[in-house]
């Protein structure tokens, strides 16, 4: 292992769609894989599914709510890679439509996995991200409804091409608020508390893909949020209609874009085509 291989990390990928681009990226990357989990035994039992299929990732803790185990995580890459090709943030939670927990815990909870842990990863690892190197961060078509349900001054916040990333936490912060005071529909807030973090994820990306181009021109690194679609998993359940590996298509494609591409960047991206945000 040397500093001149090259790495591709799925965070939340020891099952679901993550498993899938793990599997998609060993297949396809030249270079190492790395599949992480919150949970040690389970990444290593993912692990060891793989490996029964003829692949090779390696493992790494990673629970993205915890800042210290994301540090952890930035100090072995930067020792044992010299940085990062391949980021995928994948890791995420949603509650059932049916789970009795009071909207307002849902708010928080979902959250600050969901957005906060994104951030997170994105302030520790974009820094290591190499030229050429690629940002995939899954979000979901419900950032788009949940979109056009906010209020016209809401959307044409979460549109701005002036954003920054402090008035982007502020507005999430606002949301979680709002529902534990019961005024977030008077607020011009939508009820998908889901919806909201992903909106926050979409409008991260292209906060950071936007920092890119000013602070990093001409390094071709090329970061972009996504929807996999409605894939059958344990958050979506069986009746979803894509398996795995068609959720797993649209993220593999945009983290291999190669190396002559012209894009896509700071977009939204469903079925491999842009989406209008």
């Known amino acids: 292992m ?28 030249s270079g190492d894989v790395i ?31 915890d800042l210290q185990s994301i540090r952890v995580l930035r100090d072995f890459l930067r020792k044992e890679y010299g940085g990062l090709d391949v980021l995928v ?19 928080e909870v979902t959250m600050k996995t969901n957005f906060f842990g994104t951030r997170n990863i994105c302030t520790e690892l974009l820094p290591l991200i190499k030229p050429q190197g690629r940002v995939v961060n899954v979000s979901s078509t419900l950032s788009l409804s949940a979109l056009k349900n906010c209020s016209p001054e809401l959307q044409k916040k979460f549109r701005s091409e002036t954003i920054t990333e402090e008035e982007l936490v502020g507005l ?49 690194i090329f970061l972009n949020a996504c929807c996999p679609g409605w894939v ?15 959720g797993a298509e649209t993220p593999v494609y945009l983290a291999l874009l190669p190396q002559d591409a012209e894009g896509p960047h700071g977009q939204f991206v469903y079925e491999k085509k842009v989406e209008q945000w």
């Not at 020891?14 to 297949?27: E, S, T």
């Not at 035994?41 to 390696?58: D, K």
């Open 35 to 65: 599949l992480t989990a919150r949970d040690e035994a389970r990444g290593r039992t993912a692990v060891q599914q793989l490996q029964a299929e003829g692949l090779s990732p390696r493992f790494h803790q990673l629970d993205i709510d």
């Open 89 to 107: 943030n994948n890791a995420g939670i949603a509650f059932k439509m049916a789970d009795p927990t009071p909207f307002h815990i849902q708010a």
């Open 172 to 220: 999430m912060n606002k949301f979680v608020e709002d529902t534990k005071n019961g005024v977030h529909e008077k607020e011009g807030w939508p009820s998908s508390a889901y919806g909201v973090t992903k909106i926050g994820v979409t409008v991260l990306s292209r906060i950071h893909a936007r920092n890119l181009n000013e602070q990093r021109r001409g390094e071709k």
């Open 2 to 29: 040397s500093s001149t291989s090259r790495v591709a990390l799925v965070t939340g990928s020891n099952k679901g769609i993550g498993f899938a681009i793990v599997r998609d990226l060993c297949r396809q990357f």
């Open 232 to 246: 059958r998993t344990d958050m979506a359940g069986p009746s979803a209609p894509k398996s795995l590996e068609e």
